[in-house]
């Protein structure tokens, strides 16, 4: 297994909204790293990639990809990995990740996160196409668990199983997003701490902290809401089960001023210092 | 291959794509609930994300048709061109073309024009960079070949020509003003869209820069350039217009690089 990357302490997701307030800040900002969207970077030119340059240059960076689709039976698209490559060499991130789902089939995009039957077909499906692409990469990837609103009847096994063993066979590392857990624990009425205690801890190298909303008789992933006590409460789970592990908070709508995002995130500092050494709280940088 | 996914996979989007339900009796959900409502989640929200997109880069498209006009576009928009991209922002990129063909537009035939107006802008934010000529590279220029001097346009510069006065109606509905009446000419309109220092700039040109600039396209010469412009206005000035608009294309950032046989 390639050795986990070393911890980056509390991060949140770069969003053009906070590149003022980022970029001319008087004094530093209490954000260890940045995560950007990937596609939103895999552009010709323009302010995103001037943007992203000024970035990376006073803070460690990883990518987060939302169109692998690394659990579709579709050809893997690889003009797509082609330009998810250039943007690493370009970006140098610390890792690159993706979801474990699928957004398409016969040559279109429906824009979410789709899950799929926890099957022994399907292990082998997706764990091949992620060993394909790390290859392609030349570097290990981290995938993300998704909220789900449906299960399959045809699953045989547990999503921690089943996520547990895609990491396993495939060889890469698990971003695990707490949110999704505890949003897909709520959907399909299963343990969301279980589900913690069940993930191999040398293969998280990332947490998500995001906020949902609710639905009828259904709770959505939107990441347009605060973290939520319940989600934080996870985390504090998390936290004693893998130790020190990168965590950022993850808002995509409905974008609050930076300041309020900065709260979130002390308070993930905060859990953490209860929980963790100042030894095991140092960063990398 | 994962034959049981692949059956899966394709009937599920065509039940998201058709709003229809032969997948549901493969799902399972809670007692509280049905398979119907879980599924809708998904349904619901393929439309909702890309009716979100086109109003986010058509959102003058959107202020000039109001919200229902709009929103049945939209609409029919996605059912008739299901995103084939990997980024949500290449979405809307047939929006114009398509609302040539529908037949709102024959009522509104500006609005092909207003709506490419914003994809405009929004191809010449993230277009390539590339290198700014400048007025010291046009002073290094030997004047014995000034006359062969020819320009390449700089990657983001994207230049309109429309038939009717959709720049002003634009520019009304973005300042939160009344726009005038819609208007058709028989002569083109020329708007010409670019990024300097980051920032996507706009603006009108008249009939003589925009067959200018034209030329610029099409590779044509300083002197043909001069040429081209005497027979638009007074011939005698006709050089030293041109030149006025070099000057203020190379301050504008438009140009990328003079060429000119060494």
């Not at chain 1, 990837?141 to 699953?155: G, L, M, P, Q, R």
């Not at chain 1, 890469?172 to 959907?187: I, K, T």
């Not at chain 1, 001023?257 to 979130?264: I, Q, Y």
Request: hydrophobic letters at 40%.
């Amino acid at each position: 297994m390639v050795e986990k990357p070393p911890f980056l302490g509390f991060g949140l997701g770069l969003r053009p909204q906070h590149y003022p307030e980022i970029l001319d800040a008087d004094k530093e900002l209490p954000i260890d790293w940045f995560e950007i969207i990937s596609e939103n970077y895999m552009v010709e030119g323009g302010r995103p990639l001037q943007m992203l340059d000024r970035i990376k240059e006073r803070y460690p960076v990883v990518m987060h990809g939302v169109s692998m689709s690394i659990a579709s039976t579709a050809p893997l698209n690889m003009e797509y990995l082609a330009r998810l490559k250039k943007l690493a060499d370009h970006a140098n991130p610390k890792w690159i990740s993706d979801h474990l789902c699928w957004t398409g089939v016969h040559g279109v995009n429906l824009h979410d996160l789709l899950p799929i039957p926890y099957t022994e077909e399907a292990l082998n499906h997706v764990a091949g196409r992620i060993s394909k692409v790390q290859d392609f990469l030349g570097r290990c990837i981290a995938i993300e668990n998704v909220s789900s609103y449906i299960e399959f009847k045809e699953s045989e096994m547990d999503e921690w199983t089943f996520v547990s063993e895609i990491a396993k066979r495939a060889d890469c590392w698990l971003l695990l997003d707490v949110n999704n857990v505890f949003v897909s624990g709520q959907n399909h009425q299963f343990d969301d701490g279980n589900f913690i205690e069940q993930i191999p801890v040398e293969r998280v190298v990332q947490f998500h902290l995001a906020g949902h909303s609710e639905g009828e008789d259904v709770l959505i992933d939107t990441h347009d809401q605060p973290v939520c006590d319940e989600v934080f409460e996870l985390y504090e789970k998390a936290l004693k089960r893998f130790g020190p592990v990168s965590t950022m908070i993850e808002r995509d709508d409905n974008i609050p001023p930076l300041a309020e995002l900065l709260d979130e995130l002390n308070r993930a500092r905060q859990i953490a210092s209860g929980i963790l050494s100042p030894e095991q709280l140092k960063t990398a940088a | 291959m994962a034959k049981n996914l692949v059956e899966l996979q394709s009937q599920m989007q065509s039940d998201i794509l058709k709003r229809e339900s032969g997948v549901l009796k493969r799902f399972s959900v809670p007692k509280h609930t049905t398979a119907e409502k879980r599924f809708a989640v998904y349904q619901d929200a393929y439309q909702i994300r890309l009716v979100e997109v086109l109003s986010e880069d058509y959102e003058v498209t959107w202020k000039y048709l109001g919200d229902e006009q709009f929103y049945q576009l939209a609409v029919e928009y996605i059912k008739t061109h299901p995103s084939d991209q990997t980024n949500m922002r290449w979405f809307g990129r047939h929006f114009p073309e398509f609302l040539t063909q529908s037949p709102l537009s024959s009522d509104h035939p500006v609005l092909t024009e207003i709506a490419s107006i914003e994809k405009a802008l929004d191809d010449a934010f993230d277009a390539a960079d590339g290198d700014t000529a400048t007025m010291e590279d046009l002073a290094a220029i030997p004047p014995e070949v000034i006359s062969d001097l020819t320009f390449k346009l700089h990657p983001t510069c994207r230049l309109l020509r429309q038939k009717t006065n959709a720049l002003d109606i634009y520019m009304a509905l973005v300042n939160e003003q009344t726009p005038d009446p819609l208007e058709s000419f028989d002569e083109t309109k020329y708007t010409l869209v670019w990024r300097s220092d980051m920032m996507c700039q706009y603006r009108a040109l008249d009939a003589e820069e925009g067959m200018l600039v034209d030329l610029m396209l099409e590779g044509k010469d300083f002197a043909l350039m001069c040429e081209m412009a005497a027979t638009m206005q007074d011939a005698d000035s006709a050089a030293s217009r041109v030149a006025g608009h070099i000057t203020n294309w190379l301050q504008s950032q438009m140009i990328s690089q003079l060429i000119f046989a060494k």
